[in-house]
């Protein structure tokens, strides 16, 4: 009654014998319909397991609870289709096109949907788990409810799509378009979001923990009590992101997403982030590169700050000797470098220059050592060590927290940093108005040299500001809080606690050994 030559000839025949007969179910196992021309047709219910239907369009047709099981549907055309509940369970889609075709609880477990065009489809409540999916077009889908798990949803278009409380455990959304999608209270545990583009998407309430986030895309993500713990964030763009009541233990950052732009819900860190309301933080990588020659050691980052402190000192010390002298004006100061030190102009300038070249060297070498210190300092992860170097005594590295310590804390390091202006001032000082020997052309003149070499004098004058510069961004960088996670510092153990643990571990296998041989020596006993 319900044969394949009867569905070739003639839909409208088909339909009427389907209307006139519902009980009687359409048998079309293993049928070859590849390239047919199905539009409109009701196969609900209809046994097309293992069919042939590449190629074959099917707009608009009814398929609901049909069984589709392994059935050939590449290249076909489904747009406007009902699937609902149809069993599509290790069926091949590719390049299949089901744009707006109803797919609601359908079961398309294993099945192949690699380049299928599914664009504003209805896929609520379906099952997708381990289907292939990759580059498919998404964008607009209702997938709210739907069991994703393990699906491959690599390079796809999910745009706009709604992912309500779905199922996306396990699965590979890699380099995927999300941007605008819904995952509200959708569970992606253990999902690979790596390169995607995550802009704007909704994952408030979501389950992120050990979710792959590394160079995603997530501006002006919404993440509101989201659920972060254990999820890698490398590289990750946060710019605008919002993780108001997010929960971030354990959760890994990079430089890269510290630095992204304002990120609500959250305060920046010099070693990563912290999120107030859950108590939690997200921390750059345990362990430096391999080949970075950093440390999170706490001992190796205060020795690097205290040879900078001293170093630093030395150089304010230069400029200190060289602003009392040039206040007190003396006639006479007995220097190692100056046999016969005048207040002669000359012999300022001179003094000015040396000072100058000093404190370049010495400089540089007091920002690798601060520098040293703040790669070392965006590694620790542990409250000890946030502690000991939190507080540091020294102005350049402490952090200071409160409005108005904030405001002395910043006059007072300009004042440090930016302490070479007193060798012009110096200069100034010692001169008469109309001849400045700051000025190239009067400083040669009163050296009686080249004002090629003046010139050159003030490039190494300029090489000591930028090095200033450069010390003041890094005291910059210092000027956040050291973070700590309190949920691990809560499970780390004390070394008591380790070696009791493993003082009872030992005496636990020895008990069981002595017990095994007890046994073993009353079994051989005749």
């Known amino acids: 009654m319900l044969t394949v030559e009867l569905l070739l000839r003639s839909i409208k025949e088909w339909n009427e014998v389907r209307k006139a007969h519902p009980d009687v179910k359409a048998d079309l196992r293993e049928a070859n319909l590849s390239g047919a021309i199905l539009s409109g047709a009701d196969l609900s219910g209809a046994d097309l397991s293992s069919a042939k239907l590449n190629e074959a369009i099917l707009s ?20 406007g289709a009902d699937l609902s509940g149809a069993d599509l369970n290790e069926a091949i889609l590719s390049r299949a096109i089901l744009s707006q075709a109803i797919l609601r609880e359908a079961i398309l477990s294993g099945a192949n949907l690699s380049e299928a065009n599914l664009s504003n489809a209805n896929l609520s409540g379906a099952d997708l788990s381990g289907a292939d999916l990759s580059v498919a077009d998404l964008s607009g889908a209702d997938l709210s409810g739907a069991d994703l798990s393990r699906a491959d949803f690599s390079e796809a278009n999910l745009r706009k799509a709604d992912l309500r409380k779905a199922d996306l455990r396990k699965a590979d959304l890699s380099v995927a378009d999300l941007s605008g999608a819904n995952l509200s209270g959708a569970d992606l545990s253990g999902a690979d979001l790596s390169g995607a583009d995550l802009s704007r998407a909704d994952f408030s309430e979501a389950d992120l923990s050990r979710a792959d986030f590394s160079e995603a895309n997530l501006r002006k993500a919404d993440l509101r009590k989201a659920d972060l713990s254990v999820a890698d964030l490398s590289g990750a763009n946060l710019s605008n992101a919002n993780l108001s009541g997010a929960i971030l233990s354990k959760c890994v950052i990079n430089k890269h997403a510290i630095r992204s732009g304002k990120i609500y819900g959250c305060d920046k860190g010099v070693n990563g982030i912290y999120c107030s309301e859950t108590d939690s933080a997200a921390l750059m990588k345990l362990t430096p590169r391999g080949n970075s020659m950093h440390s999170s050691n706490p001992e190796a980052i205060i020795e690097n700050l205290k040879g900078a402190r001293k170093l630093h000192n030395i150089t ?58 703040l790669e070392g300092t965006q590694y620790i992860n542990n409250q000890d060590a946030a502690m000991k170097v939190g507080h540091f005594p020294w102005m350049l590295s402490k952090y200071e927290n409160g409005f108005l310590p904030k ?21 100034y000082m010692q001169t008469p108005y109309d001849v400045k020997p700051f000025l190239p052309v009067n400083a040669a003149k009163i050296l009686n040299v080249d004002p090629t070499m003046i010139w050159g004098i003030w490039s190494v004058y300029v090489i000591l500001l930028a090095l200033c510069i450069r010390i003041g961004v890094l005291s ?13 510092e809560k499970d780390r153990k004390t070394d008591a606690e380790i070696l009791n643990e493993t003082l009872s571990n030992i005496a636990e296998l020895l008990k069981v050994k002595t017990t095994t041989e007890t046994a073993k020596t009353k079994a051989n006993r005749p």
């Open 60 to 79: 608009r047709a009814i398929l609901s609870q049909a069984i589709l099981r392994k059935a050939d549907l590449s290249g076909a055309i489904l747009s």
């Open 476 to 488: 910059h960088k210092f000027q956040k809080p050291i973070l700590f996670d309190p949920l691990t």
């Open 407 to 427: 405001v002395q804390s910043l006059i007072m390091r300009t004042l440090l940093i930016f302490h070479p202006i007193v060798y012009v001032v110096v200069l």
């Open 316 to 373: 304010l010390s230069f400029a200190g000797i060289c602003l009392l002298i040039g206040i007190l004006k003396p006639k006479e100061i007995k220097l190692p470098l100056f046999s016969d030190f005048t207040s002669d102009q000359s012999h300022y300038i001179i003094l000015v220059v040396l000072a100058v070249f000093l404190s370049i060297g010495i400089m540089s070498v007091a920002e690798s050592f601060m520098r040293s210190a």
